[in-house]
């Protein structure tokens, strides 16, 4: 227990300490003494930490007054050891340095384990120590223990900054270990954004020396034409603290640029603040180059489809003109075509150039492109309310049919056959089924046929077979109301 509390006060720190020699030379002047010291006692030695009129740094802890005194409650005063059996044999009372008069207070922890004590020695005898020197003296211990204390909490600090270090130096360690095994680039940042870090797949993709990509330099990696928008992606991601995600071209070590999709996340401390980003670059060059050959036969396969419809619609028209008497059913079919190559161009693949404004997901995008050719104004006569509906390719087409049929028959009979009229689609969704209700109004007045036609036929078999629905019609006075309702699985696989 003596040994770890001695080692607790990192004793040899405080060997001929000058505050510690400042005490034994006012101990020495107090009690007019030759000699003062602060004596630690060890295990094999007592150990002078400072001393005054005494030359050896140390001595055995056989022969020690110290190592009685410092298990005194109160300060031990020997007034002549030769007559002290306990010490009158002890060869420093017999021999050099010749003591004769010792007086030492005791030095002890405060968990009351004795270390040692401050002592004044004499080669003469006296009869003791007067009130102020025993007094001062124990003040002066009371003193030599303030600065064993601080001795012993710097040397605990020092072991727990000690401690963190390694802690920290370990986690670093693991980090590099497990940054360089994989096989993504990975780098991290200050707070502020300065690179600072980069493992070896980094400088083994880019041939970049160790350190010259550190800070701001990182972005002369990129293609010049990505430099602008990675850098103010980067800016963005450090200013709002949001995820950092983009692709961009980055040079290797040959001199190619390669896609890479790079990624980062800000780590945060206990109160929200951002202490450092974690950051991946993902070489994506092939995948990109075949996501871009993918979406150029889908587009072309897209463009030829489109060009078949434009052709059918052709021989339609073509074969209405040899007889003349089927150009009415002849430009029914032509207008349908024209309606399902609408729908289909809606929701074909497409570049960013020749995406469509509206979702190609959406269903109120979908009804917005096929009314298209019915609208007369801006206004537009063709109102669609309610929420938005996910719709994919396998239901376009059906949806297209329905809604053309509709809006023809509107045209001819309903409310698009005047200027007046107006046509409104409400949407309307349950959990498990989407109403859809087409109403007329202002249109001229209108009875029930007495007979389905094709067009009818066609709804039922768009509504009712292809998409799983109902359709409920209501012929009013004012114009037609026709409520489809169809299950929400149908609109979209996902």
């Known amino acids: 227990m003596r040994a770890e509390a001695l080692a607790a006060h990192d004793i040899e720190s405080l060997r001929a300490d000058d505050g510690l020699t400042r005490i034994t030379d006012f101990a020495a002047a107090l009690c ?26 140390e001595g055995p802890v056989e022969t020690s007054f110290c190592a009685v005194a410092m298990l005194e409650h109160d300060i031990m005063v020997v007034p002549d050891a030769t007559r002290d059996p306990r010490f009158a044999d002890n060869p420093q009372v017999i021999d050099v340095p010749f003591i004769r008069f010792y007086a030492g207070a005791p030095l002890v922890s405060d968990e009351g384990v004795p270390l040692g004590s401050l002592c004044v020695i004499d080669t003469v005898p006296r009869e003791g120590l007067t009130p102020l020197q025993r007094q001062g003296l124990a003040t002066l211990a009371e003193a030599v223990m303030a600065r064993l ?25 693991r980090f590099r270990v497990l940054a360089d095994a ?18 070896a797949r980094w400088y083994e ?7 010259s990509t550190d800070g701001e330099e990182w972005n002369g990696m990129f293609h010049p034409d990505d430099r602008e928008p990675a850098w103010a992606s980067w800016q963005r991601s450090l200013e709002t603290g949001d995820p950092y995600q983009i692709e961009y071209r980055l040079r290797r070590a040959d001199g190619d640029y390669r896609w890479t999709l790079g990624r980062a996340l800000p780590l945060r401390d206990e109160s929200g603040a951002i202490v450092r980003w974690f950051g991946t670059c993902t070489d994506i060059h092939e995948q990109k180059l075949a996501s871009e050959q993918r979406e150029i036969v889908a587009q072309e396969l897209s463009h030829r489809i489109k060009n078949i419809f434009a052709v059918i619609a052709g021989l339609v028209g073509f074969a209405a003109r040899a007889k ?66 996910d719709i994919d390719d396998r239901s376009a087409t059906p949806l297209a049919l329905l809604f ?3 809006a023809t028959n509107a045209t001819k009979y309903g409310a698009l056959r005047n200027d007046d009229g107006r046509i409104t689609i409400d949407i309307t969704g349950e959990d498990e089924t989407i109403a859809l209700l087409w109403t007329e109004i202002g249109g001229p007045p209108i009875t029930a046929p007495t007979t389905a036609g094709f067009g009818s036929q066609l709804m039922e078999m768009s509504a009712v077979r292809q998409l799983g629905g109902k359709v409920t019609r209501d012929w009013r006075p004012e114009g037609l109301a026709v409520e489809i309702a169809i299950p929400r699985s149908a609109f979209s696989r996902g």
């Open 32 to 57: 007019a003494a030759p000699v003062a010291l602060v004596n630690i006692v060890e295990e094999h030695r007592q150990s002078f930490m400072a001393r005054t009129g005494y030359d050896a740094p």
């Open 149 to 173: 204390r601080d001795s012993r909490d710097a040397a605990a600090w020092r072991e727990t900054q000690n401690a963190s270090h390694r802690a920290l130096s370990e986690s670093h360690n």
């Open 182 to 199: 994989m096989p993504q680039m990975v780098w991290s940042t200050l707070p502020d954004g300065y690179h600072d870090y980069y493992n």
């Open 205 to 211: 993709f880019t041939g970049m020396p160790e350190g």
């Open 324 to 389: 003349p008497e089927l150009a009415g059913v002849a430009e029914d079919l032509r207008e349908r075509i024209n309606a399902l190559g609408r729908a289909h161009d809606f929701v074909r693949p497409h570049s960013a150039q020749s995406r469509p404004l509206a979702a190609q997901n959406s269903l109120i995008g979908l009804l917005g492109e096929l009314f298209r050719p019915y609208q007369a104004s801006e206004a537009g006569r063709i109102t669609v309310t309610g929420p938005d509906v």
């Open 404 to 406: 053309h049929e509709l």
